[in-house]
């Protein structure tokens, strides 16, 4: 089943130009460039107060999905993990909508996190891969993620899929808002459906991801930094080298870094700069700088604009396609997806099936 693969996992990092592509092709209407999502008998414009709950991977597409939801439909959003919402006794008003994400469907605290929702009288939005799940029956809004079987224990293709659905859930709630009019919408509508082009030319640098990955192999420490969406991508980045390679990897907020993380930096810990240019970039780059001053030495992946900016000096680079702001969180999961698979694979460690962990954690 893995066809000419090594390994499910990069099977499943090389389907995304075409699961995102199917993902994106349920929500969105090319002919008029508008969001549809599936019929369901619940208002979007009437909710005050999103609050998003996940563990993992998902956990990351929901702190992306934040950013969505407050920049277009200007409506607040709470996030938390699963295993800390459930008992910190949350405050949930009338009219919410309560927001899961989950590949599998099964994961018991998200599950248990949905039926708390349900019971304090919330509107219960799922989106999930596994289309019979727990939490699929359970949904009245259900929003399914076409990402197909994802067997690497690593999650890759759901993430990016979990991201292009919640694009369409927050451009679909702008325009119910009216903070989103018929052209906006259509811009967004295009951009997404730049990206599995886009990914596809940011697969086209595996080679390169491959030929670096030596470098990183030996570290004992790596930290990512990225900011705004980016910032999330970080976070995905350390938990991908860290679960295949099981390398100890921290993501920050580049910002963040002066207030203690720096403190680490030394010409031992790679420093993997997630930063496409765009309005975030400048800041992003003073930030790196700040790291190189201290000998820490620094991947950027960035498109050729910000390379041509800011490569010099680093210890490699990784070029991504120049992408609209929107569509970057998608886009740049590819690097780091591929730098911890070929870290893991110098290392030799086992990929699909790394030690300690399972595709479905279904204990509390
Ligand atoms: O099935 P779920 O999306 O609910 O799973 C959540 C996490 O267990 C999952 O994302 C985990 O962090 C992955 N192994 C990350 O690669």
């Known amino acids: 089943e893995k066809g000419n693969y090594r390994h499910f996992m990069q099977k499943e990092i090389f389907e995304q130009p075409t699961v995102v ?104 939005a799922v989106v999930v891969n596994v289309p019979t799940s727990s939490m699929a029956r359970e949904a009245d809004l259900l929003l399914p993620t076409h990402a197909g079987p994802e067997i690497g224990v690593a999650s890759t293709k759901a993430f990016t899929c979990q991201l292009a659905v919640l694009a369409a859930l927050a451009a679909n709630m702008a325009v119910k808002k009216g903070h989103m009019d018929r052209a906006e919408e259509q811009e967004v509508v295009r951009h997404l459906f730049e990206a599995p082009a886009c990914l596809n030319a940011a697969l086209g640098h595996d080679e390169d991801i491959e030929a670096m990955a030596p470098l990183i192999a030996p570290a ?107 569509i970057a969180p998608l886009v740049y999961a590819v690097p780091v997806q591929l730098l911890a698979y070929h870290v893991a694979c110098v290392k030799g460690t086992d990929v699909d099936q790394p030690r300690n962990l399972a595709k479905s954690v279904t204990v509390e």
Not at 36 to 61: H, W
Not at 234 to 261: F, Q
Request: net charge negative; hydrophobic share 40%; glycine share 10%.
């Open 21 to 124: 592509g199917q993902t994106l092709g349920s929500y969105l209407r090319q002919s008029d460039g508008t969001v549809a999502l599936p019929q369901f008998d619940f208002d979007l414009s009437s909710v005050k107060r999103i609050t998003i709950v996940a563990c993992g991977t998902s956990f990351y597409a929901g702190m992306v999905a934040k950013y969505w939801f407050e920049q277009f439909a200007r409506v607040p959003v709470d996030i938390d993990v699963a295993s800390e919402f459930r008992y910190r006794d949350p405050v949930l008003e009338d009219g919410g909508l309560a927001l899961f994400i989950s590949q599998s469907g099964e994961t018991a605290d998200t599950l248990a996190a949905l039926r708390h929702c349900k019971e304090a009288g919330q509107t219960i």
């Open 220 to 326: 004992r420490d790596v930290l990512y930094l990225g900011r705004g969406p980016d910032y999330p991508l970080a976070l995905e980045g350390a938990l991908k080298l860290k679960e295949i390679s099981y390398i100890h990897a921290e993501g920050y907020a580049s910002g963040e870094m002066k207030h203690g993380p720096i403190a680490l930096i030394d010409e031992d810990v790679p420093v993997i700069v997630l930063a496409p240019s765009g309005p975030l970039f400048e800041k992003t780059v003073s930030n790196m700088e700040e790291v190189r001053a201290r000998g820490g030495q620094i991947v950027l992946i960035s498109d050729a604009e910000g390379l041509a900016a800011a490569g010099e000096g680093c210890l490699a680079t990784i070029e991504m396609p120049s992408v609209h702001p929107l």
